[in-house]
């Protein structure tokens, strides 16, 4: 079977083979304004979702409402692991400062539709913060998708404003990257894809 001729590669596509992440610490102000995240949430709200469910949900944390976060992600770690010494909660606490805009990225997961099972709307989710994440590389901002134990914590959640059946997907670290932003090389696509055939 003759193959398709390669399509001319296009911006975007140049775009999407160029993405890094940018480490916490080498991001500055300025942080995504509201036009700029309408725009991102727009992107993240193209991607596939079975049974229309719409499960993004996405909670920007600015300001001094990162130290709020922190203490947050301190007494969480403090209650999932009593013996944890100070020194490590103050890292916890500290964290949300290390960036100047932090999304919580979730899944707002329905149990109402058998057809849909939670993990393909997290599916969804996870696809949409990819496409967020895409949108905010494109316009010139860095990010990092980071996890942490706090994100199984119901009572972080709540915090958030999240439902208790909701499911928060991970730390999104947002500024403008340093001139020296990192692009680490990928490996080898080759090694990561294949065409099957039956025996």
């Not at 399509?7 to 300025?30: F, H, I, W």
């Not at 119901?154 to 990192?182: C, M, N, S």
């Amino acid at each position: 079977m003759p193959e398709a001729p390669l399509p001319p590669t296009s911006p975007l596509l140049e775009g999407l083979l160029g993405r890094a992440s940018v480490p916490p610490r080498q991001l500055r102000d300025p942080a995504p304004g509201p036009e700029a995240m309408d725009r991102a949430v727009a992107a993240a709200l193209r991607a596939p979702d079975h049974g229309g469910l719409r499960p993004w949900r996405f909670v920007c944390i600015r300001g001094e409402a990162r130290v709020a976060l922190g203490r947050i992600l301190a007494e969480s770690l403090a209650a999932r692991e009593p013996e944890t010494p100070p020194a490590r909660l103050e890292i916890e606490r500290e964290k949300p400062l290390r960036a100047p805009l932090v999304i919580a990225a979730g899944a707002a997961i329905r149990h109402d539709r058998p057809g849909v099972p939670a993990w393909e709307q997290e599916a969804a989710a996870a696809a949409g913060t990819m496409n967020l994440l895409n949108a905010l590389d494109a316009m010139g901002f860095g990010a990092c998708w980071l996890s942490s134990g706090a994100l199984r914590d119901p009572a972080v959640k709540q915090h958030l404003g999240f439902a208790e059946t909701d499911a928060l997907l991970g730390w999104i670290y947002v500024g403008t990257p340093e001139a020296d932003r990192p692009r680490p090389p990928r490996p080898e696509p080759g090694r990561f894809w294949r065409d099957w055939s039956p025996d």
